[in-house]
């Protein structure tokens, strides 16, 4: 076990409907790499994450989005599935907390349709990134580039299209995270 992202925290912020694959295999790639993990969500208790289209297990969370600021972590990672980011995009506080990392030059992951969080806190203009395909239009409007790869990184922003890329995906956000700060990322 690496302790590349000891004494890192990362934050993972979720809400029912996540992929499940998309939170546990990330989680488990920073921890195992050192880093404190915490998840957080909306409201206090549990959330349920998915398999595709069947319900998954239930996770407990450590934190709310009104609890937490984006100055008590070294990055964030944004799980997909489709209910997860449609709910969190409609959410001030989660919007904000994302929009936080970036006015701070923070390292952020988001795979799938995670990007959905990262258009509504405006974050992808001027950006290259990756996403489930049907986000594509979504972020070509919200001013960002969209590619088709396994995983890109953008000054900080690692993005990635579905569970198939976790392998990639995972490895960079390890890599991105163990840089810190990236001046370079656009606010």
Wanted: proline share 4%.
């Amino acid at each position: 076990m690496s302790q590349k992202l000891k004494g890192k925290k990362i934050a993972f912020l979720a809400t029912d409907g996540f992929e499940q694959v998309e939170l546990t295999k990330p989680w488990e790639a920073v921890k195992n790499a050192g880093a404190e993990v915490e998840l957080v969500s909306l409201e206090k208790g549990e959330i349920h994450g998915m398999n595709h289209d069947e319900k998954g297990d239930k996770f407990t969370v450590d934190k709310t989005v009104n609890e937490v600021s984006a100055s008590d972590y070294n990055g964030l990672v944004l799980p997909g599935g489709v209910h997860n980011p449609d709910t969190l995009r409609t959410n001030p506080d989660a919007v904000l907390f994302v929009k936080e990392f970036f006015e701070q030059h923070k390292p952020v992951s988001a795979i799938c349709h995670g990007p959905w969080t990262l258009i509504e806190a405006d974050v992808v203009r001027g950006r290259k990134l990756t996403s489930w395909p049907s986000l594509r239009t979504d972020i070509t409007n919200a001013g960002g580039t969209w590619v088709d790869e396994e995983v890109h990184v953008d000054n900080g922003l690692t993005t990635s299209r579905k569970p198939d890329d976790l392998e990639a995906f995972c490895k960079k956000t390890v890599e991105e995270l163990c840089e810190g700060k990236h001046e370079k990322q656009a606010a």
